[in-house]
């Protein structure tokens, strides 16, 4: 919601500044500018964007539309894993392999539901629990296993916005060929009247002004804003990662969770003590 709130400031400071310089609001009206850069900014993006690119766009732009993870999201996370990680403590490891070969079915992950939405965050917790199973790995190597599924997810999330804040660089430029058009018109207008002659040339200016305004006030802004909310969903999967280390190693799972409560961000961390009693209450529901 607060990315129409920033449009909407943006655009309102913008033209209300303008109408109050003595502006006229109507003289910006000018769809056929409009057309040639927005024509050509989409056409561009099409150009050197590859499919998979361009639906990760559509993807993370409707994605951010989203709230975001809340301190009761990652609260939620970590007393799931520390369900996980009894499960596995009382029944042994080979106890834990219906929850990990169907996570769709667990009880434990469909109390749960923002960690089941997330489609990356199960296959990755259900692939590490799946090798930990095995015995067939060590500790480091197990990391080096984790390190390299993040990375290949942070690149992957890091195409769209790459794409979004090209077309954002392109703006400005395709604002002045918008504007050069703008004069060519205006040059084969020249013996016109005076009043005529300005209007074109007001045209062609107002092309520049909507590259500017498009770059910086609200193409460039959103590709930060994709980049800001993929950090958000790194910070989701490095807690299981910190988690999965731990409990590999054999500590208890209270213990597990508490290092991975340690790698977030202060404002999303649960304490200590609310995470102590959300563990408690899950032992309620056994």
Do not use: W
């Not at 361009?54 to 809340?70: C, E, F, N, R």
């Not at 007393?79 to 990990?100: K, P, W």
């Not at 990755?124 to 629990?129: G, V, Y």
């Not at 090209?166 to 002045?176: C, E, K």
């Amino acid at each position: 919601m607060l990315i129409f709130v920033g449009a909407a400031i943006v655009l309102g400071g913008v033209l209300v500044g303008y109408v109050l310089e003595g502006g006229n609001i109507m003289a910006l009206n000018q769809p056929y500018e409009v057309m040639i850069i927005g024509g050509a900014a989409i056409g561009a993006l099409i150009i050197a964007t590859p499919v998979n690119v361009m639906k990760g766009i559509i993807s993370q732009v409707t994605g951010i539309l989203g709230s975001s993870y809340a301190k009761k999201d990652y609260l939620d996370l970590l007393v799931m894993m520390f369900e996980i990680f009894n499960v596995a403590r009382r029944d042994g490891l080979v106890g834990l392999e219906n929850h990990i070969e169907h996570p769709e079915d667990s009880e434990i992950f469909q109390r749960y539901p923002k960690f089941v939405k997330n489609h990356h965050a199960v296959a990755f917790f259900a692939d590490t629990m799946r090798v930990i199973i095995s015995g067939a790995v060590q500790p480091h190597d197990l990391e080096d296993l984790m390190e390299n599924d993040i990375e290949a997810m942070h690149e992957e999330e890091a195409r769209p916005p790459d794409a979004l804040a090209s077309m954002a660089d392109a703006l400005p430029g395709l604002g002045i060929v918008a504007a050069v058009l703008g004069v060519v018109i205006t040059m084969a207008a020249i013996d016109g009247p005076p009043e005529e002659i300005g209007h074109k040339v007001g045209a062609a200016l107002v092309g520049t002004f909507l590259g500017i305004l498009g770059c910086y006030g609200f193409v460039g802004p959103l590709a930060a804003a994709l980049k800001h909310r993929n950090v958000e969903n790194g910070q989701y999967i490095s807690c299981m990662k910190y988690a999965l280390l731990s409990f590999n190693k054999g500590v208890a799972g209270v213990i597990a969770v508490e290092f991975a409560r340690r790698s977030l961000f202060a404002e999303v961390r649960p304490d200590f003590l609310e995470l102590e009693g959300a563990c408690n209450e899950s032992k309620k529901r056994k």
